[in-house]
């Protein structure tokens, strides 16, 4: 442990040309040979090696799993390490399955962050490996991150249907493709003859079904919606 070659320990079993050092304990050690001829009774010391243990590169921050609409605009993935020796190399891969082993290298993404893209509905795994040039140590590998992109959220329509003067309509209720979400309709009546308002919010509420002209009356209804997820707008439809 110091560097002198007047103090040191004997090595048990070490009598050979080459002697490889123990790596389990971090710190710093010094080595040095004797080399003796007990025939002549010479004896020459080599000089000093310094071998210097340093604790194995460790993730301290992985990233993040997302879930968010199409086409958002999405955090960054980021990775922070904690190491002592060499430059850290990062290459970012994804996966279809939550697995931080066999993944597909993105072609570019080197750096600690990663910017996925959302343009593809669905879920995406993504994770980090860091390597260390001029060191042995490493390499590591992040925690694998989910990215679940939500598609728009599309109006499911309404079945046309004819009624007779006097009958009372039941509230129509509108919905979408994706009910988890915040939705919110808005609809206009181009025939408020037929005993219903010109437009409303929300779903349609009861009303009676009115026709005093002697002839057949149509009424068309359109509906817009608008999804939100997650604070985000996600889908117009109408």
Request: charged fraction near 15%.
């Amino acid at each position: 442990t110091t560097s002198d070659t007047s103090t040191g320990t004997a090595i048990v079993g070490e009598n050979l040309p080459e002697f490889t050092p123990p790596t389990s304990d971090i710190g710093v050690l010094y080595y040095y040979v004797v080399i003796s001829q007990s025939a002549s009774g010479c004896e020459n010391t080599s000089d000093l090696a310094r071998v210097r243990i340093e604790p194995q590169p460790f993730i301290n921050q992985h990233p993040q799993s997302q879930e968010l609409c199409i086409e958002s605009t999405p955090n960054l993935l980021s990775v922070n390490i904690n190491f002592s020796l060499g430059t850290p190399l990062y290459q970012w891969f994804e996966k279809d399955e939550e697995s931080n082993v066999g993944g597909t290298p993105i072609a570019g993404a080197n750096q600690p962050t990663f910017l996925p893209p959302t343009d593809v509905a669905g879920e995406q795994f993504y994770y980090v490996v860091v390597s260390f040039d001029n060191s042995s140590c490493g390499p590591v590998v992040s925690d694998p991150a989910t990215l679940k992109l939500v598609p728009f959220a599309e109006l499911i329509p309404i079945d046309d249907f004819e009624v007779c003067n006097g009958d009372e309509i039941t509230g129509i209720n509108f919905s979408t493709t994706n009910p988890i979400m915040i939705n919110t309709f808005e609809w206009t009546n181009d025939n408020p003859a037929i005993g219903l308002a010109a437009s409303g919010l929300g779903n349609i509420p009861t009303f009676t079904a009115t026709n005093t002209s002697g002839i057949n009356q149509t009424a068309v209804i359109t509906v817009s919606s608008e999804s939100v997820f997650i604070g985000n707008p996600c889908g117009q439809s109408t």
